[in-house]
């Protein structure tokens, strides 16, 4: 393992994207059919004098950090932008001086985040800035230490120690336990939303998007070959009900029963007893409980607040005997991991929105006490080309088998990027995309992504970003009430 990099940070820019969805995307209680795509720059300065740039990029998702009723899209969108500001400020003092980029990480999340608490429904908002800021760094170090971001792990120049932070991971070596070189390739777990067809003779002449693309479910089967599958719930116990048994159906007669399935309840239950109580229902009808048994894992059915609450929890032995429970929106913290295990929950989300290093926290967490722990990949609708390959970067470096993905499915190929960024994006990076009609889109080959070619110096990416195609934060507004 080499010495960390020492590094400042000089400068931070943030600029704005409006783009919008081929298909509504309805999770949980919410429908995105737009949202700003938000990309930074930073440069960092190394202690011999060099320069770096790095970039980071993110959809500033509304009604998935925050749900409160009583603030619009408009409101969520203002709020992740001035957590980005808020981290910027925080990051720039922490990076004042030449530091590795896991300490200033460290300063800026106890100044942004501060205690755990179970009730606190901004948390992820705070961590979003943060996390935007730690990937671009994290970019930059790359670069200016030449390497790729599984090298740059394996060989420690973010100085990164677990211990600071989890003092029972003081003896936990991160570099042990990652694989000697990422995945060349992943699975896609492909989201079907609350008001996805299943079939494409149930749409509309009307709805149909007829844009080249797959829109209604069997339409995904046959063009990608998707074997996994994140179902998202939330409609309500009765309307849940009836959507899993008309997938047992459609499983049954398109793959043969046999896909591989998660549940996302979106924070859309009261407790946990009438998540239960909804897949028995399920379950009573022999095609559909072999779906129930094909169900890997249970993502969030609780309202974060409700997630550490002992009695909306009473039922996690009798659910975890039909599969093992998962929080995503409740993990909002470094602390939120190990009081969720307290209760009986197995797994944790990784989310590049959340943060790298918090990712990281949590695999020592799950390595070093063993047991049925586990984590998971998932999406926040990651659009190419920065987002995307950062996230299948951080998750092919640490050997994860498949993730969910629905950025490909929701937008339509790369055509939120600038013109001559796509033209890049198509040429450096071949493997992962492909030439669509009058564009370019993910390639998704057997229900896999290939992704060797994010082995590259930098996080991920090495093709030109037009930057400056993109608007300057302080010329953009946001849209809507």
């Not at 996302?264 to 009438?274: I, K, M, Q, V």
């Not at 987002?387 to 339509?412: I, P």
């Not at 030439?435 to 070619?453: E, F, N, W, Y």
Request: glycine content about 8%; aromatic content about 8%.
């Amino acid at each position: 393992m080499t010495s960390p990099l020492p590094i400042r940070l000089t400068s931070t820019e943030l600029r704005l994207t409006d783009v919008q969805t081929r298909l509504p995307f309805r999770f949980g209680g919410a429908i995105l059919n737009a949202a700003p795509l938000a990309t930074l720059r930073v440069i960092i300065q190394t202690v011999d004098g060099e320069e770096a740039e790095g970039f980071s990029s993110d959809l500033l998702m509304p009604k998935w950090f925050e749900k409160d009723p009583t603030k619009s899209a408009r409101d969520d969108v203002i709020s992740l932008l001035a957590s980005i500001q808020r981290s910027a400020a925080a990051w720039a003092e922490a990076a004042r001086q030449p530091t590795s980029v896991f300490d200033a990480w460290r300063v800026t999340y106890a100044e942004c985040m501060g205690p755990f608490d179970p009730m606190d429904t901004g948390a992820l908002t705070r961590g979003f800035g943060v996390s935007l800021l730690e990937r671009a760094v994290m970019d930059a170090a790359c670069r200016a230490a030449d390497i790729p971001f599984h090298k740059a792990l394996r060989e420690g120049i973010f100085g990164f120690t677990p211990g600071q932070l989890h003092s029972e991971l003081a003896a936990w070596d991160l570099c042990a336990s990652l694989p000697d070189a990422p995945s060349s390739s992943i699975e896609v777990r492909h989201t079907v939303g609350i008001d996805d067809p299943l079939r494409v003779d149930e749409l509309q002449p009307m709805d149909r998007a007829d844009d080249g693309f797959p829109q209604a479910l069997d339409e995904d089967i046959e063009r990608y070959g998707v074997r996994r599958f994140k179902v998202k719930v939330g409609a309500g116990a009765a309307s849940d009900a009836r959507r899993l048994q008309e997938l047992a159906a459609f499983f049954e007669s398109h793959l043969g029963g046999q896909p591989l399935l998660t549940l996302d309840g979106n924070e859309r239950y009261a407790d946990l007893s009438s998540f239960l109580s909804m897949l028995e229902e399920v379950a009573r009808d022999p095609m559909g409980a072999r779906l129930v048994e094909r169900v890997a894992y249970i993502e969030q059915p609780l309202e974060r607040v409700a997630t550490f609450d002992l009695d909306a929890t009473a039922a996690m032995r009798d659910l975890s005997a039909i599969a093992p429970v998962v929080i995503d929106e409740a993990d909002g913290h470094i602390d939120a991991f190990t009081r969720a295990m307290a209760l009986g929950y197995k797994g944790v989300s990784i989310k590049s929105c959340k943060g790298v290093f918090r990712g990281l926290l949590n695999r020592g967490l799950v390595e070093t006490r063993g047991g049925e722990l586990f984590q998971t990949a998932e999406d926040l609708t990651t659009l190419p080309a920065v987002g995307l390959q950062e996230d299948l970067a951080l998750m092919c470096a640490l050997g994860v088998e498949d993730v969910e993905r629905n950025g490909h499915h929701y937008f339509r190929g790369l055509d939120h990027l600038p013109e001559r960024e796509q033209v890049s994006v198509l040429d450096r990076h071949s493997d992962l995309y492909q030439r669509q009609l009058d564009g370019g889109c993910v390639k998704i080959l057997d229900g896999k992504m290939l992704t060797a070619s994010l082995a590259c110096v930098g996080f991920g990416h090495e093709h030109d970003v037009a930057f400056e195609d993109r608007t300057p934060m302080e010329e953009w507004a946001p849209q809507g009430a």
